[in-house]
């Protein structure tokens, strides 16, 4: 099974995301039901690890807090675009929030995540996507801003692929208390 910890987004968020699908030839759009902050990419896990991840989220306890989403960037490798985002902006609470996160997935035996923290909501990715197409769009979009919204809850979530696309099923909600 492969998992991964997130941020569900709410609808009206999600809508204003899914506004922003156009404009990329290239690009294949992130279904609006799947859109969500990802705070760690698990991976593949066997034989009853899952059940361990789930005890070692269940204890985080911080309070709500509100993100916005703004601006749009895109990840790159050697000038080959390869996804498209929203950016986040900056949050203290996030960050706590995913280094509580990170740390309880550690302790399960998972190993530590290596890249940098790099908050985003993914809405497009490209196969062989040409810089200069994905930078006009980027620069269209520049002003791209959703939000502010409340974050109450993180969800550990099992990624289906399949033919049709990716579909993410949430395993385990995660309420944030205080």
């Not at 279904?31 to 989220?57: P, Y």
């Not at 990840?75 to 390869?82: A, I, K, L, S």
């Not at 006009?136 to 969800?155: N, Q, W």
Request: proline share 4%; net charge neutral; aromatic share 8%.
């Amino acid at each position: 099974m492969r998992l991964f910890v997130g941020i569900a987004l709410p609808g009206d968020i999600r809508g204003q995301c899914e506004r922003l699908k156009g404009g990329l030839k290239a690009a294949r759009w992130v279904d609006q039901e799947n859109l969500h902050l990802s705070l760690r990419f698990i991976g593949e896990v066997t034989g009853g690890m899952e059940s361990d991840i789930d005890a070692a989220l269940k204890p985080l306890n911080r309070p709500p807090f509100s993100l916005t989403l703004s601006g749009l960037g895109a990840f790159d490798r050697r000038g080959r675009v390869h996804a498209v985002w929203a950016g986040v902006e900056k949050s203290d609470e996030l960050a706590v929030l995913r280094d509580k996160v990170e740390t309880a997935l550690v302790r399960t035996g998972l190993e530590p995540e290596h890249r940098k923290f790099k908050p985003h909501v993914t809405i497009a990715r490209l196969k062989g996507g040409a810089a200069t197409e994905a930078g006009l769009y980027l620069e269209s979009h520049a002003g791209f801003a959703a939000g502010p919204f409340m974050v109450d809850t993180f969800t550990l979530y099992e990624s289906h692929l399949g033919h049709g696309g990716t579909h993410y099923e949430a395993l385990a909600e995660y309420p944030l208390l205080g």
